[in-house]
């Protein structure tokens, strides 16, 4: 089984911050991951895919990017809009999906 | 427009069966690999179950032999078949589309098992 480590599971930041959101995978998943952002009582949102492609119609202020088997979710400006918890998703198979645990992007 | 609608959840005593659905419009279900994936009250995602466009499935290790994912190609339906439930199966339950990891998730059915 893949296992992936998203770290931190809380991240206290402000307006206008830049904020970095980090997923490691326990093996090679070949650059397959996704970025999801959830709000509270809605479905997950696809952010980024295969590592560093923005979704249509996601702002560019949301980047990805990867070294080997880490994975990092970059928001260049946080604005009110992007409090919210967000997760990886490693999809080297879809017979085996795994996400990470989530991180809660808080108001400081 | 792209949609997938879930129904079908509900309040479940312990061991009990209950079948989810998803309705799609604007894609086919059949034409498409399709994936259940399910949150815990306050927790966070966890994958069930995949059914490929060319039927094979796929089940997460804490599911398997108690959900059956299926689909119903003239209803342009996906299905999950729910037995023998556990209070741990108490969670909303989404169907997503997997393109790009997924692209279209449905708003979630609740599915709540207690005595």
């Known amino acids: 089984d893949i296992r992936m480590t998203q770290s931190p599971s809380t991240l206290s930041a402000s307006v206008g911050d830049r904020v970095t959101i980090t997923c490691r995978a326990s093996?090679?998943?070949?650059?397959?991951l996704a970025w999801f952002q959830q709000k509270p009582g809605k479905a997950p949102k696809l952010l980024i895919y295969?590592?560093?492609s923005l979704e249509s119609g996601v702002p560019s202020r949301f980047s990805g990017s990867a070294s080997g088997t880490d994975f990092t979710l970059t928001i260049s400006s946080l604005q009110p809009d992007d409090f919210a918890t967000y997760y990886c998703q490693q999809y080297n198979s879809y017979s085996e999906l795994t996400f990470g645990g989530g991180t809660k992007v808080e108001i400081k | 427009e792209v949609q997938l609608v879930e129904s079908g959840g509900g309040l479940i005593e312990p061991g009990g069966s209950l079948r989810l659905s998803c309705a799609a419009s604007g894609l086919t279900v059949s034409g498409n690999y399709m994936a259940w994936v399910r949150q815990a009250p306050g927790k966070g995602l966890e994958w069930v179950a995949t059914l490929y466009s060319g039927g094979p499935t796929y089940y997460a290790a804490a599911v398997g032999g108690r959900l059956t994912i299926s689909r119903d190609t003239s209803m342009n339906t996906l299905y999950l078949q729910m037995n023998s439930l556990r209070v741990e199966d108490t969670a909303v339950y989404y169907c997503v589309r997997l393109i790009r990891g997924g692209d279209v998730w449905g708003q979630g059915t609740l599915v709540t098992v207690s005595s």
């Open positions: 093996q090679s998943i070949s650059g397959w």
């Open positions: 295969q590592a560093s």
